[in-house]
């Protein structure tokens, strides 16, 4: 398995969360960058696309109340695919078919051993590369540059 270095950061609500999902990341192996705590969530969400987009981190972790705040805030920005999961499969199948780099979670949804698990699933992932997932990412890349102005 390779080593992903995994920005982790939290707002007030994900305080419950946070030791956890840096546990899962250690105990397999990962380098963590660790964002730290800000009250409001759109700050850890661009805080964590500045470090994805500068390379000091490949892939981020991001906990909020519920992952939903997080993951509209995150998506906002550039080159970044924001997903909340609350099951494993999500949190691999993001990566795997959707290639996305954030992982959304919600402390007052999901408890420290399932965001363990989710934690260890994203960070596992890889994209599948397969056509039909390509495909569907270059959309995805369009839409982010063109808007509701794409066409394929």
Known sequence: MRTVRIA?????????????V?????DDGHELVDLGEHDDYPDIARDAGRAIDA??????????????GVSVAASKLAGIRASVAH??????QCVSHDDCNVLCLGARVIGPAIAAELTAAFCAATFSGETRHVRRLDKILKLERDGMEASW
Not at 22 to 26: D, F
């Open 8 to 20: 982790v950061g939290i707002d007030h609500a994900g305080v419950a969360l946070r030791a956890a």
């Open 22 to 26: 840096v546990q899962a990341v250690a």
């Open 55 to 68: 390379g000091t981190a490949d892939r981020a972790i991001l906990i909020c109340g519920s992952g939903a």
């Open 87 to 92: 099951d494993s499969y999500t949190a691999a």
